[in-house]
């Protein structure tokens, strides 16, 4: 990103500062150098920041408005608290550290600023995280069509189902490992989510309960996906708000039957399935059949 020559602290641009002004950011695994400096340039733009360490963030769900992570500052497990955080995230790190996870375990990022950075090249990414294009709803090009997301990390069952799903108007988007299934629900937010047990990243279970803390998603119809049926597992998507829990092998006709089921029910406010239920009726009615062979 180019920065323009005359870009001053003291003449900050109106749009950054409305967007930054009391806005709260979160610095983990910066020393202490580092953090002062980016509570300095945040304070000009009257923005607050804080410290975490890293344990807060791991036992913490509220980590403010902006979460600002140090590359090699803070572990794997660290990183994958911050991939579930529900605030926009910005990575910092050395170039070349950057470039080798840019397309790796750390894409949910946002934004990346690159080390050495300057004060402006800071406040101009942090005013596009919570401002830019990204805080944009990307479905309001459709609203007229429900939206389905589909998360699993079988990339040929995935085009399938999406080629059977655009087939009967009903748009969907995928992810393929448990972080970006809930970056994708947060950027997206879906009307029905399909979700799959084990995925890389974070577990699907992982996923559905991170959600169901957010007000937007308490009653997001969610059927689970899993080639596993331990009663424990049942149990625990019905704890977890889950409406049905499907075993694989699954064909995508039976999945768009499901989908639509729970949207018209959805619609009509009546949808209160069960996945407990639904596991208890397979073998009457032979719902969870191999591909090819559902009804």
Known sequence: MSVPPNFGLF?????????????????????????ARIGAVLRRANAISNRFEENWLLDSGQVGDLLLIKL????????????GAAVPVMLVGRGELLLEVAAGAYAWGRELLSEPWTDAELLLRAYHLMA??????AR??????????IADDDPAWIALVEATLRSHGVACKSATDGIRAL???????????VLDLHMPGMGGFE???????????ENLPVLLLTASCEEEDVTRGSTLGAHEYLLKPLSPALLLKRIERHLSSRDAGLDGSNPAETLREAPARGPMQPAGKGT
């Open 183 to 193: 970056q994708s629900a947060r950027e997206l937010v879906p009307d029905l989510l």
């Open 140 to 149: 309001a090009a459709e609203p007229q069509r429900p939206l389905v997301l």
């Open 72 to 83: 090699g500052g803070v572990g794997p497990a660290a990183m994958q608290a911050a991939a």
């Open 132 to 137: 830019g294009p990204g805080r944009t709803p």
């Open 207 to 217: 996923v559905l309960e991170k959600m169901r803390q957010d007000p937007r998603f």
């Open 11 to 35: 003449g900050i641009a109106p749009e950054i500062a409305t967007a930054l002004a009391g806005k709260r950011a979160v610095l983990c695994g910066f020393d202490k150098a580092e953090t």
